[in-house]
T-cell receptor, first 110, second 112 residues
Framework: DTAVSQTPKYLVTQMGNDKSIKCEQNLGHDTMYWYKQDSKKFLKIMFSYNNKELIINETVPNRFSPKSPDKAHLNLHINSLELGDSAVYFC?????????FGPGTRLTVL | GDSVTQMEGPVTLSEEAFLTINCTYT??????LFWYVQYPGEGLQLLLK?????DKGSNKGFEATYRKETTSFHLEKGSVQVSDSAVYFC???????????FGAGTTVTVRA
C-alpha cells in the first residue's frame, strides 16, 4: 500500500494553461505539505496544511492554490502556468516530526 | 531563520570506499535533524534522523550523530556500494513547527 501517492507522475503542458496535481496519504497524518524541487535539485516548501487548514504559505505566487477537501488529501492547482513553474513537485505528510514524501510530479511547461 | 548547509557535490567514489557528507545547521531552539535520500527518478526517502543532542541515527549502514556543540549532523558510511548512488539531503525541522528546511543536496556516484 502506497503511503503518499501523487497523480499524475508526469505533466506536460503549454504556457498559460491551468493544471492540478493530486495528493493522497493513507497514514492517518494531520499535516500535509507541498514542496518544489528545481532543476538543481534544490527543495523548498510551498505550503503546509494541518487538518484542512493552511498553516504555512512560503511566498508562493497566488497562481498556486492548494486545496484540502479532507485531511487525507491536499491538491495543488496552478493557474496561468509559466516556464519557470517547470519543476518536480512533491507532496508529503507528517504525524509528528518525520515527513513522508510522495513519488513526485514532474511538471514541464512548454 | 533556520538553514542547512551541506557539502557540495558531486562526489564520486569507488565501491567499498568511505563516504562522508558534511552538514551543518543554523536554528533556534532544538531542531530535529534528518537525512533523506533520493534515488534516480524517485521521491525522497527518510534515511535516518536524530531528535536531540548526541543522538545517533543509523540505517542501511549509514550513521549520523547530532552534535549541538558544532551544530553538525555529518553522514557517514564505511563501505559504499553502487546501489548507494543517489542524492543525499540534510534537513532540519524547527522546534516550533514541522516545516523542513533542506540543504542543497549532494550527488553521490559510486563506481564498481
Amino acid at each position: 500500500d502506497t503511503a503518499v501517492s501523487q497523480t499524475p507522475k508526469y505533466l506536460v503542458t503549454q504556457m498559460g494553461n491551468d493544471k492540478s496535481i493530486k495528493c493522497e496519504q493513507n497514514l492517518g497524518h494531520d499535516t500535509m505539505y507541498w514542496y518544489k524541487q528545481d532543476s538543481k535539485k534544490f527543495l523548498k516548501i510551498m505550503f503546509s496544511y494541518n487538518n484542512k487548514e493552511l498553516i504555512i504559505n512560503e511566498t508562493v505566487p497566488n497562481r498556486f492554490s492548494p486545496k484540502s477537501p479532507d485531511k487525507a488529501h491536499l491538491n495543488l492547482h496552478i493557474n496561468s502556468l509559466e516556464l519557470g513553474d517547470s519543476a518536480v513537485y512533491f507532496c508529503a505528510s507528517s504525524g509528528a516530526d518525520t515527513q513522508y514524501f510522495g513519488p513526485g510530479t514532474r511538471l514541464t511547461v512548454l | 531563520g533556520d538553514s542547512v548547509t551541506q557539502m557540495e557535490g558531486p562526489v564520486t567514489l569507488s565501491e567499498e570506499a568511505f563516504l562522508t557528507i558534511n552538514c551543518t545547521y543554523t536554528a533556534t531552539g532544538y531542531p530535529s535533524l534528518f537525512w533523506y535520500v533520493q534515488y534516480p527518478g524517485e521521491g525522497l526517502q527518510l534515511l535516518l534522523k536524530a531528535t536531540k543532542a548526541d543522538d545517533k541515527g543509523s540505517n542501511k549502514g549509514f550513521e549520523a550523530t547530532y552534535r549541538k556543540e558544532t551544530t553538525s549532523f555529518h553522514l557517514e558510511k564505511g563501505s559504499v556500494q553502487v546501489s548507494d548512488s543517489a542524492v543525499y539531503f540534510c534537513a532540519l525541522s524547527g522546534a516550533n513547527d514541522y516545516k523542513l528546511s533542506f540543504g542543497a543536496g549532494t550527488t553521490v556516484t559510486v563506481r564498481a
